[in-house]
């Protein structure tokens, strides 16, 4: 992985939310993380952990209140420092193609997917005429393996997969080198959630495409990414190759193994405890009060090395426990 160039390179990246009275909510501090052309990255971690703050702050629509510092380069701009103008124009589409949370919803349901298709094709790509645009909506479709008699349907017409395949083309119309997909798996069974990561692997293997995923699904981040960032309290706690995270040896942070063991499938026991409130942090690693392995010495911050920040992360030979 390490031999292709970075897409997306983001380098110390916090976001603090002022609220009325004082009050700062640290939803992300520090992330550092970089994610490869023909890359997935899973970004993982509990409800309110910052995942979509982060995702937020990359496509420049973070609330007024919110601060933000570091550096997100992404083909040579700063993504934290752009501004609206740049955002709205050469970043959110053409730089960065979002899929949707829910592709039903975020199609309107008096159109067709071609007429979707036809003008974001317009809007993106500068293609002028009828039939150039018709001729490159349904390139899109057919990259997105949307099929070409599906197109003038509207979307209720549309079984759920295929309503993912339309969100998919939409995300691929600018030809964007970053995908970002937050939860695009949410309230799909089993089978759709293994069908619509495939989809979303698509680009990735036969266009190159870098894709930054949000989930709480393991199963489904296990099955799409190359390597898994496990988030905590707004921090990267664990950066790990996706077939070492959920095989052998495992994780190595005490969190990213506690998140396993909470699966069905595995010991199906949950973390005890709840997480910090983000505008309450500790001073030492926020995990220590619910972590198995906490000592004396998580009262100080644990230093990140860029795989794992913990005082006492699990080494290969303890990690099969
Ligand atoms: N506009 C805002 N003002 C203040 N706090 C906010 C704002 N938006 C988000 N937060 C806080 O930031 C934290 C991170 O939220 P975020 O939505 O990124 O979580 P998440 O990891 O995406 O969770 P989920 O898995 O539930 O989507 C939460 O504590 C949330 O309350
Ligand atoms: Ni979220």
């Known amino acids: 992985m390490t031999e292709r160039p970075p897409v997306l390179s983001v380098r110390g990246l916090s976001v603090r939310f002022l609220m009325p009275g004082g009050r700062r909510v640290a939803a992300v501090t520090d992330a550092r993380f970089e994610v490869a052309a023909g890359e997935c990255l899973a970004l993982i971690g509990e409800s309110g952990c910052g995942k979509s703050v982060l995702a937020s702050a990359l496509l420049g629509l973070l609330p007024a209140n919110a601060e933000t510092a570091g550096e997100a380069g992404l083909d040579g ?173 495992g994780p190595r942070h005490p969190y990213s193994r506690g998140l396993l063991q909470a699966l069905p499938d595995r010991a199906f026991a949950p973390i005890p405890g709840m997480p910090p409130e983000l505008d309450a942090l500790p001073d030492g690693c926020a995990f220590a009060p619910r972590c198995p392995r906490a000592t004396d010495a998580c009262a100080t911050p644990p230093r990140p090395t860029g795989t794992v920040a913990c005082h006492h992360p699990h080494v290969p030979e303890d990690a099969r426990a």
């Open 77 to 249: 701009l700063d993504l934290l420092s752009a501004d609206e103008r740049t955002l709205a124009r050469t970043v959110r589409g053409r730089l960065i193609g979002l899929v949707p949370q829910s592709p039903a919803a975020h199609l309107t349901p008096v159109r067709t997917v071609r007429s979707h298709l036809e003008e974001t094709v317009a809007a993106l790509t500068g293609t002028r005429g009828r039939r150039a645009t018709r001729a490159a909506a349904e390139a899109s479709a057919a990259r997105a393996a949307f099929p070409a008699d599906h197109l003038d349907r509207h979307p209720h017409q549309l079984s759920g997969g295929l309503a993912q395949r339309a969100a998919t083309a939409l995300a691929l119309v600018g030809d964007a080198p970053l995908l970002l997909a937050d939860e695009p798996t949410t309230g799909l069974d089993r089978e759709l959630v293994e069908r619509t990561v495939d989809e979303l692997r698509r680009p990735i293997d036969e266009a190159g495409r870098a894709l930054l995923m949000i989930t709480h699904d393991l199963s489904a981040a296990e099955r799409i990414a190359d390597r898994i960032a496990v988030m905590y309290a707004g921090r990267i706690v664990e950066i790990a190759d996706a077939t070492a995270f959920f095989g052998t040896p």
